[in-house]
């Protein structure tokens, strides 16, 4: 079957514009995470669902960070009033199972977010 | 805080070399280790570890944890231009308030030359 997808994969904002970053997991996984990645580093947690249950939103760095996943399937993540040091990829991933242990995370192809 | 901690950060060999990349960690709530291959896309699985001195291997790769010394390897033998790419180093949390997300480590810069 395919794989989480993500888009758009490349946005470019000025700075204090809004934008919405859409993640599409694999069909059937319960778990939804977002990750930020700046470059050169590995990603950082943001924020978890499990189905439409937002469980884990200690990694989002600002109240500007929002994510929502309202049918427990597609999920959205906006930043709000962009800032400069929001640029990175925010990676999705998605597993299968989120009850009783960690599950594998697959992961999508992140978009690049470069704000000016 | 929790802490993932890779070396070295970035590697340069040539083709049919042997590498190591070396991963040490300290977190709460530990579950697993994970290993991920990132190129210019999505980061791609490799392995979930999850009990100390078991080898897991596909093919070229593998890779073992040691909980006693808070560390994993991951070995690439007769390495190819296509193994080329960032390693990632990742560790699952089993529960409390870091329940489901992955720490990761900064990565280690594989290149292979012809």
């Known amino acids: 079957g395919a794989g989480v997808s993500q888009s758009p994969r490349y946005k470019v904002a000025k700075r204090g514009q809004d934008v919405a970053l859409r993640c599409d997991p694999i069909s059937g996984h319960v778990s939804l995470f977002w990750y930020q990645q700046a470059l050169g580093q590995g990603p950082e947690f943001l924020t978890y669902?499990?189905?439409?249950?937002?469980?884990?939103k200690s990694g989002l760095p600002s109240d500007r960070f929002f994510a929502e996943r309202p049918e427990g399937s597609v999920s959205t993540l906006k930043i709000q009033r962009t800032q400069q040091e929001d640029s990175a990829v925010y990676l999705c991933?998605?597993?299968?199972?989120?009850?009783?242990?960690?599950?594998?995370?697959?992961f999508g192809p992140g978009t690049r977010l470069t704000v000016l | 805080e929790d802490k993932v901690v890779q070396s070295p950060l970035s590697l340069v060999v040539h083709e049919g070399d042997t590498v190591t990349l070396n991963c040490s960690y300290e977190v709460t709530n530990f579950r697993s280790l994970l290993w991920y291959k990132q190129e210019k896309k999505a980061p791609t699985f490799l392995f979930m570890l999850t009990s100390s001195g078991i080898e897991k291997k596909s093919g070229r790769l593998s890779s073992i944890l040691d909980k006693k010394e808070l560390s994993s390897i991951l070995n690439i033998t007769a390495t190819q231009t296509g193994d080329s790419a960032i390693y990632l180093c990742a560790v699952g949390h089993a529960g409390g308030t870091s329940y489901g997300k992955l720490t990761f480590g900064q990565g280690t810069i594989l290149t292979v030359h012809p």
């Open positions: 991933a998605s597993s299968l199972n989120g009850l009783g242990h960690t599950d594998t995370q697959y």
């Open positions: 669902f499990q189905n439409e249950a937002q469980l884990d």
